[in-house]
């Protein structure tokens, strides 16, 4: 196999556009692809203070590493969720390419800060807490987004993880999820910092070999609370059927956003109002960051 840029020898297929690139020219070909979905959703500007959503992983390290090459204004933010040694790692490598590159990297530290870690969280049903560390970075990366001034946050998501969150909302018909399910998430409030996710056309095996390729040292493992998500059964799926049909998932999800979204947008936008004890956007009278987090605190021993 032949690199469709130089011809040399190819070291990365990417099946989905029949094509494959030398290692020379394959960040090239990653980089004009994020900056074709930036431009394609006038995500931002050269002009914007952009915040990146850090978790340490290849996805959120290769987006950083591609906007900084292509000359955006970025800083990042990372979240210290006190999920044992994946947390440290996953802190120490985030905080190692900032160093590398020059970066701010804002933290939050969720026990010295806030009295709590991710695993105290734990649904009592499921036994994992995704669906409260999920409202956390929510949380957190608004309201430093805000507070800081910057004009919008970007988050690592790519194709897999959109594709995979598409295929969990149709098989369980979740239609509000599904209207608002999109690679741009408008500010409607003046606390409510603008989402985009410039990665989402790309999947997670281009990130991993774009950040292969520019050397990014990213932690491989995966966070051990992922371990029987369905999130990754919906991947696996996704990924047999992509085997023998190339492409698929990305049909699938752009698919979805060009033709099946508008049909279950609501008009009427959802009534933002501030946070009775936080001041942070919500819907209800006090935000569900703020009762989760009371919730629990309530039910974990008392720090001394
Ligand atoms: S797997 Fe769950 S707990 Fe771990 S980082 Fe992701 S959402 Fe948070
Ligand atoms: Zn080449
Ligand atoms: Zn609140």
Redesign the pocket.
Known sequence: MR?I????PANVEVRRHRSA??A??YPDWFRTQVQRTIDDHRMFSRDDRVLVAISGGKDSLALWHALLRLGYQTDGMYIRLGIGDYSVRSQAKSEAFAARHGLQLHQVDLAADHGFTIPQMRNQREGKPCAACGTVKRYHFNKVAVDLGYSVVATGHNLDDEAATLFGNVLHWQTDFLGRQGPVLESTHSNLARKVKPLYRLAERDSAAYAIIERIDYIVEECPMAIGAKSLAYKDTLNALEETQPGLKYQFLVGFLRQGRKALKTEDPVQIRQCAKCGQPTTAEVCAYCRMVERRLKKLPVRR
């Open positions: 690199c840029k130089c011809k040399a690139f030398c020379g020219c």
